[in-house]
Nanobody, 119 residues
Framework: QVQLVESGGGLVQAGGSLRLSCAASGIIFRIFTMGWYRQAPGKQRELVATITSGSSTNYADSVKGRFTISRDNSKNTVYLQMNSLKPEDTAVYYC?????????????WGKGTLVTVSS
């Protein structure tokens, strides 16, 4: 069974920084694209950033220049460095990974970590 576990969320003042981590565990053959999504209260879940197995990245316009996604394939872990945080970045942040295992290839989600940015 594959699990994604996020960490690093918390309360920070506007202008501050946080670093999120997400580690995949289980019997994994290969991890393809990994990413971060977020869902603010009363809103739909939205893409924040993705990174392919070849380290190509994609960002939402709202976070470009402030957030950086990276991954450590040796640790099956993806990171999200968030700088210059704004109150509108407040949300539950979810990790996503497209994973190949014995049963096939599919998307997995973490349970989320709350990021709160105070003004």
């Amino acid at each position: 069974q594959v699990q994604l576990v996020e960490s690093g969320g918390g309360l920070v003042q506007a202008g501050g920084s946080l670093r999120l981590s997400c580690a995949a565990s289980g019997i994994i053959f290969r991890i393809f694209t990994m990413g971060w999504y977020r869902q603010a209260p009363g809103k739909q879940r939205e893409l924040v950033a993705t990174i392919t197995s070849g380290s190509s990245t994609n960002y939402a316009d709202s976070v470009k220049g402030r957030f950086t996604i990276s991954r450590d394939n040796s640790k099956n872990t993806v990171y999200l460095q968030m700088n210059s945080l704004k109150p509108e970045d407040t949300a539950v942040y979810y990790c996503n990974a497209n994973i190949l295992r014995a049963g096939g290839r599919m998307d997995y989600w973490g349970k989320g970590t709350l990021v709160t940015v105070s003004s």
